[in-house]
């Protein structure tokens, strides 16, 4: 059984950063895609960034580029997300997501694709 948790989340100032971490666990397939996501209180769930293990190649939202960046060590078992310039408009509970089937091997940043969610570290950005 796939298996994610979501750790690093804290309180930061304006400017600052942050690393999330993503502990991924059950996992066999080699090809898949994994994002973050993040839940603003009440706004609807935002896809930030995602890459497929078939091409690497990682994508960001607008609001986001520039500023986050995603990674995973693949010996650990875990996937990143490295926050810079943290502005308060980044807070929020941000979640990882895994997509055992991604289409034709690419990640897209839609709720609706993803099979697994981890449960969720809190973002407050504020002075």
């Known amino acids: 059984q796939l298996r994610l948790v979501e750790s690093g989340g804290d309180l930061v100032q304006p400017g600052g950063s942050l690393r999330l971490s993503c502990a991924v666990s059950?996992?066999?397939?080699?090809?898949?895609?994994m994002s973050w996501f993040r839940q603003a209180p009440g706004r609807e769930r935002e896809g930030i960034t995602c890459?497929?293990?078939?091409?690497?190649?990682?994508f960001y939202a607008a609001s986001v580029r520039g500023r986050f960046t995603i990674s995973r060590d693949n010996a650990k078992n875990t996937v990143y997300l490295q926050m810079n310039s943290l502005k308060p408009e980044d807070t929020a509970l941000y979640y990882c997501?895994?997509?055992?089937?991604?289409?034709?091997?690419?990640?897209?940043?839609?709720?609706?694709?993803?099979?697994?969610w981890g449960q969720g570290t809190q973002v407050t950005v504020s002075s």
């Open positions: 997501a895994a997509d055992v089937n991604p289409p034709f091997n690419k990640c897209v940043l839609s709720t609706r694709e993803y099979d697994y």
């Open positions: 059950g996992f066999t397939k080699d090809y898949y895609a």
């Open positions: 890459f497929s293990t078939y091409d690497g190649d990682p």
